[in-house]
Structures are given as structure tokens and as C-alpha cells.
Nanobody
């Protein structure tokens, strides 16, 4: 499975923006491209939830809570997935995890903390 490393988390004020990145390694581009990529998040005391998923450059889906505010994308040539997060709110505070799924299984990143607070 691919090794996934998230970055880009941090502390922002409500209404602010962040862009998360998930870099895949130990995989060639074609292998990265074969994976459905997704962002999950887990807030303190809550279960991990799907935030957004991208099957390819055109086929994406979002949770209702982030729809219209977050944008998921991927750059297969760089083996990177992004999550552009705009209009962040305190309820978006969570550890955000990168996920990759193929027919062979799934991989997870270590997570990156996003904190939205005044």
C-alpha cells in the first residue's frame, strides 16, 4: 500500500482558509491514479467521518457539512491530494486524515490537526 503523509493543518480563525495536502510515496503515478482518495476527519470524542472523496479529477463527493466550502482535488503527476478548506468554522476542528483505497486495500496517513478558533 502507499505511504500517505498529510500536511497543511494549523490554527485558523473562523472564516479562514487552509489547504491540506496528502503526499503519496512508495507508489508510481499509475498506482496512485488507481486509488480512490479521500479526506476523513475525527473531532475529539467523535467518530471518524468522511469529508470528501475523489475518484478522479471529475468525480468527487462531499459530506453535506462541507459542501460548498471545501474542494478536494488531486494531482496525479505529483501524487498529491489536496483539500482546500474555506469558510472554516469551529465545528471543522478535527484531525484530518488522508485515505487511499484500491482493490488491494486501504492506506491511511498519520493525520494533521486543524483547529478553528478565535
Amino acid at each position: 500500500q502507499m505511504q500517505l503523509v498529510e500536511s497543511g493543518g494549523g490554527l485558523v480563525q473562523p472564516g479562514g482558509s487552509l489547504r491540506l495536502s496528502c503526499k503519496a510515496s512508495r507508489a508510481i503515478t499509475s498506482v496512485f491514479n488507481s486509488h480512490v482518495m479521500a479526506w476523513y476527519r475525527q473531532a475529539p470524542g467523535k467518530e471518524r467521518e468522511l469529508v470528501a472523496r475523489i475518484f478522479d479529477a471529475k468525480n468527487t463527493e462531499y459530506s453535506d457539512s462541507v459542501k460548498g466550502r471545501f474542494t478536494i482535488s488531486r494531482d496525479n503527476s505529483k501524487k498529491v491530494m489536496y483539500l482546500q478548506m474555506n469558510s472554516l468554522q469551529p465545528e471543522d476542528t478535527a484531525v484530518y486524515y488522508c485515505n487511499a483505497v484500491s482493490g488491494r486495500g486501504a492506506s491511511w496517513g498519520q493525520g494533521t490537526q486543524v483547529t478553528v478558533s478565535s
